[in-house]
């Protein structure tokens, strides 16, 4: 239980931040003003400032939109895009599966990080919307897997011969029966994934790839690790607060993984 209040603390503390956070920051993120760059914490700039001289505070709050934006989109599109082959594959089996199946291993032969900035370095300028294709191109293996392997073992249950007995067609049983009983993983792999797309976007942006907005966590972090000796508080803050959040969306991914698998039960 204190899992789960941490966790899912942390989460909706992130998704308010992401809604609202650009209207209550105190300043604007691409504020300039070199007389108080890399100013410690006080009470007109809370968080210090960095770079500058925009207010940490207000980068955080502008980013934490990009952060969810991404994350939402990229893991709303893997888990369309894997779940639909995933399933398909493991109900159809044959050379269905077996191409599903090559499509999968290709992707997971190259490191996910090396694969999306080899998408990236060939866009010369690299917007949101190439940033979610990226880690899309990679992201729904996983989804993929686990559905196919849930459909490999309901294809054979009891409830899914009856429905083919009966004369229902594949693709009545797929969507009535296979689709959904895969929610369960599904959801718990999701909410994983939400904490590993954020962390994804900010090494992208970290390394220069990101969508090309100032307000970003990863060109946070990368601006104090280039003071990281003189002005530690920057590099700190953002690389904390990336940490946290995505700890909260692991830890409320274990949960559901404790709650959803009967095994674990």
């Known amino acids: 239980m204190r899992r789960l209040s941490i966790g899912v603390a942390i989460a909706l503390a992130f998704l308010i931040c992401a809604l609202v956070g650009p209207w209550v920051a105190p300043f604007s993120p691409v504020e300039i003003n070199l007389e108080r760059q890399y100013q410690t914490p006080s009470l007109t700039h809370l968080l210090g400032t960095a770079d500058n001289g925009v207010d940490i505070l207000s980068v955080l709050l502008h980013g934490a939109r990009l952060a969810g934006v991404v994350a939402l989109l990229s893991v709303g599109i893997s888990l369309l895009v894997g779940t ?11 050379r269905a599966d077996h191409v599903v199946t090559a499509m999968a291993d290709l992707v997971q032969s190259f490191p996910a990080i090396v694969l999306n900035v080899a998408i990236l370095a060939m866009i010369a300028r690299s917007g949101l919307i190439h940033l979610v294709l990226a880690l899309a191109a990679n992201g729904w293996v996983l989804y993929a897997r686990i559905a196919r392997a849930q459909a490999l073992a309901l294809r054979e249950r009891e409830f899914v011969l009856a429905a083919r007995v009966l004369g229902a067609s594949p693709v009545q049983i797929l969507f009535r029966h296979i689709l959904s009983n895969l929610a369960g993983p599904l959801l718990v792999q999701a909410s994983a994934g939400l904490g590993a797309a954020i962390l994804a976007e900010s090494t992208l942006s970290f390394l220069g790839l990101g969508p090309g907005v100032s307000a970003s966590w990863g060109a946070l ?13 920057v ?24 709650r959803l698998d009967p095994h674990s039960r």
């Open 84 to 94: 639909s082959l995933g399933a398909y594959a493991g109900y159809r089996g044959g």
């Open 221 to 233: 972090l990368d601006q104090g690790s280039a003071v990281l000796l003189r002005f530690p508080h």
């Open 235 to 258: 590099a700190l803050i953002a690389g904390g607060v990336i940490a946290i959040t995505v700890l909260g969306f692991n830890l409320t991914g274990d949960w559901l993984h404790d």
